[in-house]
């Protein structure tokens, strides 16, 4: 074979070039678009494919958007000390640098003020008619919102739905990014393990059952003029769910949160999925770039320091210990070294500062 022309050549290396050059534009846009995961290895951001991040809804460099803090509650001893200490983390961390926090109100849906307006910012609306929730506390919720974005002057653009039982741990940005809502996906929230159930109340016609995020309402950043639209649909869509013997038995205590996917999905809204949003003892043993815990699951360990889920240890914290009252200050914490998931205490108790909380006592109801 005769050799190759110079000409030949220039057109290989051309050719070469321009499919490297392809490649790794393509590469470098798909890591820059889609849900924005935050990668605690290096502290640069990862994307889960579950949908699109378009560019124009990046913030802009050095942009603070404010969201509001609006939590829901009843006037229960139980509820009230965890909003007591949510509140004290709020304004920890609140005027913190990389913070976005802005106001705060506690939605209160027991229809009457309480012993704590003077103490957090609190707007008191209606609860359910009588019977209507059937002891399920949690259908208030999105009725409570709804009343909530009625009569309030909210200043913030954005909200943060949160509940009684979150501690702040670092300052919390605003993770949502223009109409996209930023939330936290529970591994047990499973639409399409569900579908039978879920067509009842999202149609084929609306579209697979994956536009369907495996979320709750809380936490959930969200502008505040999208949330006014989902409100209502998330009530009646929770209320629906409540009534249909099957869904109720299906879902039972996260029916409310089902509800509130559903809901989303039906207005085309669908979440940034943050897993830095919060951690969860006993499962997360490293607070790590995290922002909030959720200290809903009972803590049981034996002195090994073993965990014992589903059985009573020989050290435990389980919030439901605590219902005509708050864990006592004299609260004792894990032997030394003998256990890593210790924060709870830390940022439960230990360290509300003496004065801080000067009303955290015992309300003991007769």
Known sequence: MGRASPLLLIL???????????????????????????????????????????????????????????????????SKWQCRIMYYWYKKKKDLPGSEMGGFTRILHSGNPDNLMDEIPTVVVDPLPAGLDRGYIVLNRPWAFVQWLEKATIEEEYILMAEPDHIFINPLPNLAHGGYPAAFPFFYIKPADNEKIIRKFYPEEKGPVSNIDPIGNSPVIIKKELLEKMAPTWMNVSLKMKDDQETDKTFGWVLEMYAYAVASALHGVQHILRKDFMLQPPWDREIGKKFIIHYTYGCDYNLKGE????????????????????PPKNLPLPLQGFLKVWFVHRFLIQELEVGACPSLKAEVVS
Do not use: C, Q
């Open 307 to 326: 965990l014992t889920y589903g059985k009573i240890g020989e050290w435990r914290f389980d919030k439901r210990s605590y219902l005509r009252g708050p």
């Open 12 to 78: 290989l290396v051309l050719g070469f070039f321009f499919a490297t050059y392809n490649l790794i534009t393509m590469i470098i846009h798909n890591r820059s678009v889609g849900t924005w995961m935050h990668d605690d290895s290096n502290g640069g951001v990862f994307f889960d494919p579950v949908i699109e991040m378009p560019v124009y809804a990046k913030k802009p460099k050095n942009a603070k958007i404010s969201f509001h803090v609006a939590l829901t509650a009843t006037d229960a001893p139980y």
